[in-house]
Structures are given as structure tokens and as C-alpha cells.
């Protein structure tokens, strides 16, 4: 059974910073392209970043770009998405996401598995 369990969400002041984990199990996660998407009320879901473990690539988008970091650790099939500079804008429930197809260099393909998601919210 594929599960992508995450963490680390919560209340934060604007400029403030949060680190959410995702601790993925059921599949080969070398293998998969594992990354954050995030949907707010009203709002279409934006990929916010993602990572393919195997070679290290990545990608963001515009508005995770130069706040964001995301990494993993293979050994502990666990993706971090490290979150600076937060801006009320960022809230949002952010979903652990996984998927099979695809590679970082071309955008964030996520759409095979996703965990039940994390709330995010920037507020002062």
C-alpha cells in the first residue's frame, strides 16, 4: 500500500519559516518523481517543487523559487520542502505527492499518489 505521510505544517508569522516532511512508503521512491503541490480555498492547485532523488534534479515554481528548498533523503524515503520568506499567499493545505512518469527538468508531474496534506498558514 503506496502512503505519503506528511508533516510539519502550522501557523507562522509573515517572513517566518516552516520545514514540512514527507515520509513516503509502497513504492520504489528512487524511482519516482516525489514533490509539494498546494491548494488554497478558491484557487487552483499550483506544483510547488519537486524532486527526482535518483540524479538530484529539481524543479519550482515561480513563486517557490529562491524561498524554497526542497530535498530527500533516500535512506529514510523522506522529502523536506524548506519554507523561507513565507508571505500570507503561501497558505495553503500543501500535499506530499508522487508519481511515476516524468522528470523535474520537464515540471512536476504529481499525480499518481498524494497524502492527506498539511495545513500552511501565514498569518500575523
Known amino acids: 500500500e503506496v502512503q505519503l505521510v506528511e508533516s510539519g505544517g502550522g501557523l507562522v508569522q509573515p517572513g517566518g519559516s516552516l520545514r514540512l516532511s514527507c515520509v513516503a512508503s509502497?513504492?520504489?521512491?528512487?524511482?519516482?518523481?516525489v514533490g509539494w503541490f498546494r491548494k488554497a480555498p478558491g484557487k487552483e492547485r499550483e506544483d510547488v517543487s519537486c524532486?527526482?532523488?535518483?540524479?538530484?534534479?529539481?524543479h519550482y515554481s515561480v513563486s517557490a523559487k529562491g524561498r524554497f528548498t526542497i530535498s530527500s533523503d533516500s535512506a529514510k524515503n523522506t522529502v523536506y520542502l524548506q519554507m523561507n520568506s513565507l508571505k500570507p499567499e503561501d497558505t495553503a493545505v500543501y500535499y506530499c505527492?508522487?508519481?511515476?512518469?516524468?522528470?523535474?527538468?520537464?515540471?512536476?508531474?504529481?499525480?499518481?499518489?498524494w497524502g492527506q496534506g498539511t495545513q500552511v498558514t501565514v498569518s500575523s
Open positions: 509502497g513504492f520504489t521512491f528512487d524511482d519516482y518523481v
Open positions: 524532486i527526482k532523488s535518483s540524479d538530484s534534479s529539481t
Open positions: 505527492a508522487a508519481d511515476r512518469a516524468g522528470h523535474p527538468r520537464y515540471g512536476c508531474p504529481l499525480n499518481d499518489y
